[in-house]
């Protein structure tokens, strides 16, 4: 790393270091503390010292404090240069083309696996804190979904870095050609708190896989999580190359006022407009995984039972509501709901039981302001008399029971805002052909769900439906399968990743056109005569014959 005294600033030395782990050969004291978040002047192996009696200090950190002017009171990001500093030893590193080797990324990625593999535990843990998430939920989605995406990278890389052969054109007789992925650059990614551990390896997996270097923000809401990650990505990944900063609002401010080659966002739209106009400042591309309000529609010829535990396990099985994916409402015929509702209580009570405060396998809302949003949404006086089921809550523990509305309010704010929540509106129509008009209505969901077993009214959802994914007669799968694209539509996101998804979305697929010194063609050359133009078209125009005559001299 190049050392520059005209940038250095030096922040205040926390009293308490948060250090790695014991047996770590991380370093940890207030020196390796300097040298690791500023860039700071090449310390002379010897110092020039005072007289033995002076009361002048004279060691290597007092060395680094005299040679730097500290600014006076240093209390953010925004007022150092540490975002800063970060992007260019990230560029630097990249540059040096390390990141572009396939052993570089193998080992990277193997890293990942190990990480994940190893610290099961804590992961689990940090997941409870921030937001009670129960163990097997954090490894079914968390922790499985991780290593799963890893190890199909792993499995995979060689092939999707391998050039792909394309077909050339008469036009270019003779030539080969190629499109060749190549890594981005720098890239950041600002990852969520609802799957804080998944969805920020996850789009590092896909940038690391691509061969570019990388800044991870995590979401400051899922505290446990973002310190995890801070601790252990710099232990088991390249610290050239793989970055963690941690904060909040002033500290993603000063992330994103940095040029980056690609900037990933996973979060609410609200901050996702503000992430694309920082971005079009430097006009850095951008993938946004948003939300919206997915919606699940039940026609009357479906198996209820199945029905009503697919939507019951996307729902409140998916963080208790709190997924992007996570169904927003239901629409089925107005003389069907009374038996999906039934259907809905009787598998609801079995699964968490007649009091599901005292469930172990459902999550906790994970803060109170999200809390107090939830219960804004229910005491709306459009919707107070809606409530069909559930709407039990306990603000010291932020926990709100699994709630059914009845045919609220198209203008409700249940229905205006996207949910987030164990809160599950649902809306009648007299004809199932009606709750298409009703999903056109709203913004483009990032997902929509289906269930019926006819088929023709299912190749009608399909084709009129636009959402960032779809699945028929469940909820939710369609994010295991890294066959498929994960991405939204509209206000729902840009962009699309998982599987060779990612991997594309963190490259640049640069076509590449190789020819000879044989075989050139003079006509294309000036002075453009009659004869040449004459070829020229023919040639353009795929008329062969006329092509023919012309090199012959003869007239058609």
């Not at 047996?23 to 500023?38: E, F, G, I, P, Q």
């Not at 992961?123 to 921030?130: M, S």
């Not at 904060?247 to 000063?254: H, L, R």
Request: net charge positive; aromatic share 8%.
């Amino acid at each position: 790393m190049k050392l520059r005294l005209d940038v250095a600033v030096v922040p205040v030395i926390p009293r308490r270091l948060k250090c790695p782990a014991p047996n770590s050969s991380v370093k940890c004291n207030r020196l390796s503390y300097l040298l690791d978040v500023a860039v700071v002047p090449v310390i002379p192996k010897r110092l020039k010292c005072p007289a033995p009696n002076s009361s002048v200090k004279c060691n290597r950190l007092s060395y680094l404090r005299s040679q730097i002017t500290l600014p006076s009171h240093p209390r953010s990001l925004s007022e150092m240069p540490i975002a800063d500093a970060i992007a260019t030893q990230l560029r630097e590193t990249f540059t040096c083309g390390s990141t572009r080797s396939y052993e570089w990324r193998m080992s990277q990625l193997e890293q990942i696996l190990k990480l994940t593999d190893e610290n099961q535990t804590q992961i689990t843990e940090a997941l409870h804190q921030d937001m009670g998430k129960p163990v097997f939920e954090s490894f079914i989605s968390e922790i499985s979904l991780t290593k799963s995406s890893c190890k199909v990278a792993i499995k995979e890389l060689k092939s999707w870095m391998t050039p792909q052969k394309v077909s050339t054109t008469i036009t270019v007789f003779p030539s080969s050609a190629e499109i060749v992925p190549e890594p981005l650059g720098a890239v950041l990614i600002i990852s969520a708190w609802n799957y804080p551990f998944l969805l920020s390896m996850d789009p590092v997996i896909g940038a690391i896989a691509a061969g570019n270097v990388v800044v991870l923000k995590p979401s400051e809401v899922a505290p446990a999580t973002s310190s995890l990650l801070a601790r252990l990505i710099p232990r088991y990944l390249d610290n050239s190359a793989v970055r963690v900063v941690e904060g909040s609002v002033v500290e993603t401010t000063s992330l994103l006022e940095q040029k980056w080659d690609k900037i990933f966002y996973t979060g609410s739209g609200k901050i996702g407009r503000i992430v694309m106009a920082a971005a079009a400042k430097h006009l850095t591309p951008v993938t946004l995984e948003l939300g919206g309000k997915c919606p699940v529609i039940v026609d009357p010829t479906v198996d209820l039972e199945v029905t009503a535990r697919r939507i019951i396990a996307g729902k409140w099985g998916s963080n208790n509501g709190q997924a992007c994916i996570s169904p927003d409402y239901v629409i089925t015929l107005e003389s069907f709901a009374p038996k999906l509702i039934d259907a809905l209580k009787v598998t609801l009570e079995k699964f968490f039981g007649k009091d599901p405060f005292q469930s172990a396998d459902l999550s906790r809302i994970v803060n109170f302001s999200h809390f107090a949003r939830l219960t804004r949404l229910l005491d709306d006086p459009k919707v107070s008399d809606k409530v069909i089921y559930g709407g039990q809550r306990d603000e010291k523990r932020l926990i709100i029971a699994p709630t059914l509305l009845l045919d609220a309010p198209m203008d409700s704010l249940i229905m205006t805002e996207e949910i987030f929540g164990p809160l599950l509106p649902i809306i009648t129509v007299q004809k199932m052909e009606e709750a298409l008009e009703v999903v056109s209505s709203l913004p483009k969901p990032l997902a929509a769900y289906l269930f019926t077993k006819n088929k023709m009214f299912e190749r009608q959802v399909v084709a009129s439906i636009s959402a960032g994914g779809m699945v028929v007669n469940d909820t939710a799968l369609h994010l295991v399968n890294h066959h498929l694209p994960f991405g939204g539509v509209g206000e729902s996101g840009m962009g699309a990743y998982h599987g060779k998804f990612s991997f594309e979305n963190f490259s640049h697929r640069k076509a590449v056109l190789y020819r000879g010194f044989m075989g050139d063609l003079m006509a294309r050359y000036p002075p453009y005569t009659r004869r040449k133009q004459k070829i020229v078209r023919c040639l353009l125009n795929g008329d062969f014959l006329g092509l023919l005559y012309a090199l012959i001299g003869w007239n058609n």
